[in-house]
């Protein structure tokens, strides 16, 4: 599969089947200005890695129901993905997609010492996807997702990076940029426009 060459916004949106997103340190607030504002019309799925805290329970999923007015789920083993629900990786399990288009949880190894782990997740969504992919890497303070973004930009979907200079944390995106140039470098206001506009034209 050929990279994407473009650094434009022209990405083919009725392409898209899903989005992936990463996140870490001030991960909470970033998610809040992505996908809040994203109506209940929304026809993408969007499936969420947050590193969190292993020894209790997430409470982003009720956070984000609060606030959201899409759908919001904790991802579930053998859960079906459906458009317009927003899947949260619960705390201490990596979220895998299977080839099925469902979800899967495991608690192997921690990867870049964390589980869930955003590159476990976006290189597994880069094999069931493959162009249909939209992956999306937030603040961070450590290097997890740069190799999951680079497996999804190789199979050919879009790769989208909060720019570094806004984050909260700038390692995460760094490592991305550095390791495989994305295609899109974007504020968060950005990133939220960009959804909105695949979401409307796919629906």
């Known amino acids: 599969m050929t990279p994407h060459t473009s650094t434009s916004l022209e990405l083919e949106a009725s392409t898209i089947q899903a989005v992936v997103i990463g996140a ?25 890695v947050l590193h969190l805290p292993e020894d209790q329970p997430s409470r982003l999923p009720d956070i984000l129901a609060y606030r959201l007015d899409v759908r919001v789920r904790e991802a579930l083993d053998k859960q079906p993905i459906e458009p317009g ?3 949260l990786a619960p705390s201490g399990y990596h979220l895998s997609v299977e080839a099925d288009h469902s979800l899967s949880l495991s608690g192997e190894d921690p990867v870049n010492y964390s589980r ?14 493959g162009p249909g992919l939209v992956g999306i890497l ?6 997890d997702g740069a190799q999951g973004m680079a497996r999804i ?16 944390s700038d390692t995460m995106p760094l490592a991305a940029i550095r390791l495989q140039a994305p295609d899109l470098i ?18």
């Open 85 to 87: 629900t927003v899947y």
């Open 138 to 143: 937030l603040t961070g303070a450590n290097h």
């Open 153 to 168: 930009k190789a199979r050919g979907g879009w790769t989208v990076v909060q720019n570094p200079e806004q984050a909260q």
């Open 24 to 48: 870490s340190a001030g991960g909470v607030d970033a998610l809040m200005k992505v996908l809040v504002g994203l109506p209940a019309s929304f026809a993408l799925p969007v499936i969420v």
């Open 186 to 203: 974007l504020s968060l206001g950005d990133i939220h426009a960009l959804l909105l506009k695949l979401g409307r034209e796919i629906s």
């Open 116 to 129: 869930p782990s955003i590159d476990v997740m976006m290189v597994s969504a880069a094999g069931a996807y």
